[in-house]
């Protein structure tokens, strides 16, 4: 299936978008694959965790401290360890770091900059980003690679069946999932990134926000959000084909197969 097919009868409220990238010295050439449908920019909940821990490593100086914050957030999606991290460091320091590292330039959130979660992105940043922090894990940054194999131990429901997409156990996984009281979408997005060797990456990005106006569903949704209940199940069933779709379109268009890139 390709891009046309699983973006042409979206909802007119909907947004997705998906982006690829495969480069590194010793391989083919560089490719990169992007593709949106709706709004530029979203939300990004909880998908760029790994890469708040990462340059955080650099401020927090106790790195026992550090590491107790920053593999739960990575691992489990801890929001509490997340933010720790973003109001000890501070969400300007936190996104300077990041331009510096990577040329993405983000902005901290307008109206409340501690919701580390409504940082907008565009799903071609988000690949260029966990590239960078790819190749700096395979390149001898420790810290970097530290991250990349906690997201390879995410799991379970947080992980929204994208090992199978990539045919990969050892794929480096995290999700975002979140629909705030202000928005009549739910977010689901992911970050993959698939094990190559050498100074080689291969990043894949899906992002959805699609409409959930049911007012009773969004009440149910609402109450587990605030009592700290598991609501990857809702976004998998609202979003779930559609984020693999993207992710496994986006890594045939890089030349993925099951013998690897």
């Known amino acids: 299936m390709g891009f046309n097919e699983l973006l042409n009868d979206l909802d007119h409220a909907a947004s997705a978008q998906a982006a690829g990238i495969r ?35 650099d401020r927090i100086h106790d790195a026992a401290r550090w590491r107790r914050h920053a593999e739960p957030a990575v691992v489990v999606s801890s929001n509490a360890d997340t933010l720790n991290l973003w109001l000890a460091v501070g969400p300007g320091v936190i996104l300077d770091d990041l331009r510096r590292r990577t040329g ?20 071609d940043e988000v690949a260029t980003a966990y590239a960078e922090l790819a190749q700096a894990a395979v390149a001898g940054d420790p810290v970097a690679a530290t991250i990349v194999g906690w997201m390879r131990e995410v799991s379970g429901p947080q992980t929204f ?27 689901t997005h992911a970050v993959a990134i698939l094990p190559r060797g050498g100074t080689r990456a291969t990043v894949v990005v899906g992002m959805t926000a699609l409409p959930y106006p049911g007012g009773r569903e969004r009440a149910i949704y609402r109450e587990r959000v605030a009592k700290g209940l598991s609501v990857e199940d809702e976004h ?13 379109t986006t890594l045939a268009e890089l030349g993925h197969s099951s013998g690897g890139l």
């Not at 590194?24 to 708040?52: D, E």
Request: proline fraction near 8%; aromatic fraction near 8%; charged fraction near 20%.
């Open 23 to 57: 480069r590194g010295y010793g391989g083919p050439p560089a490719r990169t694959v992007s593709v949106r449908s709706g709004q530029t920019r979203l939300r990004c909940a909880s998908l760029l965790k790994p890469l708040y821990a990462w340059v955080c490593a």
């Open 104 to 123: 993405v330039a983000w902005s901290p959130p307008n109206g409340d900059p501690s919701r580390f979660g409504s940082v907008e992105v565009a799903a």
């Open 161 to 187: 069946g994208l090992r199978e997409v990539t045919r990969s156990p050892e794929t480096g996984i995290k999700c975002g999932w979140f629909g705030a009281p202000d928005e009549v979408c739910l977010r």
């Open 236 to 248: 998998d069933k609202l979003a779930g084909t559609l984020l693999r779709g993207l992710m496994t």
